[in-house]
């Protein structure tokens, strides 16, 4: 088969749906402090992992925000005997496709690779976690794209927008810290800085894995132990959880931008909330839900005021956001946001109506299996999963606990977490009142 067959291949592996079966996961035994799912399927001949690792922007040193991503950043960028050039043509050899993506708390490693070649692939993951290079040559390179990428997100208001709320929001704890790093982090950021951090960070403790393919749990085990086998045991300080979450009201970072962007939010829930599943169907109505939520409704369609508002429940390992963008002209801003804190507390007062959240349980309980359509899919999801903290049957349970959910539940925590006098507002732009 050739370089370009299997590539074709792996790009159809990742479009085919997968049988309804092959979200049935479990846990795979392999050493103490990793955690191991696995969903076993033998239909195409590919294998999916993703690996999250504790090393995400939360550890980055005062002083040293972007560390953790620059790290992630080098990941193939050489490792053991190869340089970054021979690294990437060990894996183009192969057509293992290796990326890695870093968020507040972790490093999330993503692998696929045809079944054939899936000793290959983690022998080649392998040494990128226990013995990467940070050449001096890879090291300046991945710097200057990452001071480029920054300059051009400072010119972006979403991004401006979304930074500074992380900023505002979370005040002196880590998770203020940009994700990407700033200027005068990721300049004095050193190689030894780069070697210490992946040695404390990319670590067996703590580890969450998810599997999902063409591959049987014994040689799975067989090979996650070869592959982790040479890295520390010991997980990494903890971060500090003590945190300010929220400075309401209104926080304007001038830009000279003809559509101001705006993060809302108010403080959330943590994952493991008794409230997080009725909050969950909550949010898919107010603003969750596309074009079928309130916020939606009321802001675009009858005021013509954005093409798109949304909300989310944010959970990080420490905290969680109930958190909303919108964007629209600088004139239209004010009313923007009056709009969406007056949707909001009918919200909060009233709740939703029956038949609003009959359509809530619909969609969330029949869009679920779409996030298992294929390997990648479902090795993605698991990991989602492991990384909340949940236990590994709730994959099975998880549609019976929204369609178990009252319409009292509902509105008992719309009234106690959507409540928008709380609301933390970061505006990227200009407002400027439209005059009658």
């Not at 050493?31 to 550890?59: I, N, Q, R």
């Not at 400072?154 to 700033?182: I, Q, R, S």
């Not at 969450?208 to 040479?230: H, Y």
Request: charged share 20%.
């Amino acid at each position: 088969m050739t370089v370009r067959m299997i590539l074709v291949a792996c790009a159809l592996a990742l479009l085919t749906p997968l049988p309804a079966s092959a979200f049935g996961a479990r846990q795979v035994n392999v050493a103490k402090g990793e955690d191991v799912w696995f969903a076993e399927d033998h239909t195409l001949p590919m294998v999916a992992l993703v690996a999250a690792f504790p090393a995400g922007s939360v550890y980055d040193p005062q002083g040293k925000d972007g560390l953790a991503s620059f790290a992630a950043s080098m990941l193939d960028e050489g490792a053991g005997k190869l340089d970054s050039k021979a690294f990437h043509s060990a894996l183009a050899d192969k057509a293992i496709q290796l990326s890695v993506d870093t968020d507040r708390d972790w490093m999330v490693v993503t692998l696929i690779t045809l079944s054939a070649n899936v000793k290959d692939a983690m022998r080649l993951l392998g040494t990128a976690l226990a013995h990467p290079r940070f050449d001096a040559d890879a090291v300046a390179r991945v710097r200057a794209q990452m001071l480029q990428n920054l300059g051009q997100q400072d010119e972006d208001p979403a991004a401006v927008a979304d930074k500074n709320f992380n900023l505002v929001f979370f005040g002196a704890h880590p998770y203020a810290h940009p994700t990407d790093g700033d200027g005068p982090g990721l300049t004095t950021i050193t190689q030894a800085e780069l070697r210490n951090f992946a040695a404390a960070h990319w670590v067996r403790a703590g580890v969450k894995i998810a599997v999902a393919g063409d591959i049987d749990s014994s040689t799975l085990a067989g090979l996650i132990r070869t592959t982790l086998g040479p890295l520390r045991a010991e997980p990494p300080p903890p971060p500090p959880r003590t945190m300010r979450r929220g400075a309401p009201g209104l926080h304007v970072f001038a830009m000279d931008v003809p559509q101001p962007n705006a993060v809302f939010a108010l403080p959330g829930l943590l994952r493991n909330d008794r409230d997080f599943i009725p909050a969950y169907v909550a949010n898919y109505i107010l603003g969750g839900g596309g074009f079928s939520s309130r916020l939606t409704l009321e802001v675009r369609e009858k005021r013509g005021l954005t093409y798109d508002i949304a909300t989310d429940l944010v959970t990080l390992r420490h905290a969680g956001v109930i958190e909303g963008t919108v964007a629209t002209r600088s004139d239209a801003m004010t009313q923007t946001l009056a709009a969406v804190k007056g949707t909001m507390a009918k919200f909060a007062a009233d709740g939703p109506t029956a038949q609003e959240l009959a359509d809530a349980k619909t969609y969330l309980t029949g869009a679920f299996p779409l996030a298992f359509s294929s390997n990648a899919g479902i090795a993605a999801q698991l990991n989602v999963f492991q990384r909340s903290g949940l236990p590994i049957g709730y994959i099975a349970r998880r549609n019976a606990l929204i369609d178990a959910v009252t319409l009292d539940e509902v509105k008992r925590v719309a009234k106690k977490w959507f409540d928008p006098g709380r609301l933390t507002i970061v505006v990227a732009g200009t407002i400027k009142d439209k005059k009658h």
